[in-house]
């Protein structure tokens, strides 16, 4: 069973994560900010990964560090429960539309941690959340599960639905590159041999 867990403690933020990589996209996410709850729900229900989050953070200064560690603490897990990655299919993309909105989002489980981020919001927040706090989601979940991500926004209006179109996106592209290929026996899908560091 690909199943991790992962905890983080600072003087900001105290998370605890648990993932399975195997699941039916059961989800169990309380970080405090509503929104983020939101998106992360809709990370496990597309993804079939299930996910388990509980945070405490220092949401009276703001949202940045719980958003941010957050996205560090579901990567380390992800990372983890993959091991050696051996036998996964490694690439993964997806093409969402929600509405008015479509963005693209493409992922390789490599670990070399890389985020190309082509997004653009109209607003600075989204309720009581920065909209720029979505990058940095982005980046503390590729940086922290070592894989290389490529997020683009083709065309959209409304916030709400570019930010969540760019969750569904990784959950269908990350659905996809971390599936076992029973054709490849086992074997790391790299011609290294290896995709540690």
């Given amino acids: 069973m690909r199943i991790a867990t992962v905890e983080r403690k600072t003087k900001e933020t105290k998370i605890k994560g ?3 990589l195997d699941g039916t996209g059961a989800s169990e996410i309380s970080t405090g900010i509503g929104f983020l709850d939101h998106m992360l729900d809709q990370l ?8 388990s989050v509980q945070a405490k953070g220092d949401l ?3 949202f940045h560090h719980t958003t941010e560690d957050t996205g560090y603490v579901i990567g380390a897990a ?3 429960a993959l091991g050696d990655r051996a036998g996964i299919q490694r690439y993964g993309s997806a093409m969402i539309p929600f509405d008015e909105t479509l963005t693209r989002v493409s992922v390789d489980v490599s670990n070399r941690p890389y985020l190309v981020w ?3 919001f109209s607003q600075p927040k989204l309720g009581e959340m920065d909209t720029e706090l979505f990058k940095e989601w982005f980046q503390a979940f590729a940086q922290s599960a070592g894989v290389t991500l490529h997020v683009e926004n083709l065309y959209g209006e ?3 639905h570019i930010v ?5 996106g990784l959950a269908r592209a990350l659905r996809h590159a971390i599936e076992i290929d029973p054709r490849r026996a086992g074997a790391v899908p790299s011609t290294k041999g290896t995709l540690s560091v």
């Fill in 18 to 20: 648990r993932v399975a």
């Fill in 60 to 62: 009276h200064i703001d």
């Fill in 78 to 80: 992800v990372a983890k």
């Fill in 164 to 168: 969540e179109s760019c969750f569904k």
């Fill in 158 to 160: 409304n916030n709400h």
């Fill in 44 to 51: 496990a229900k597309h993804s079939l990964i299930d996910i």
């Fill in 118 to 120: 082509k997004v653009n």
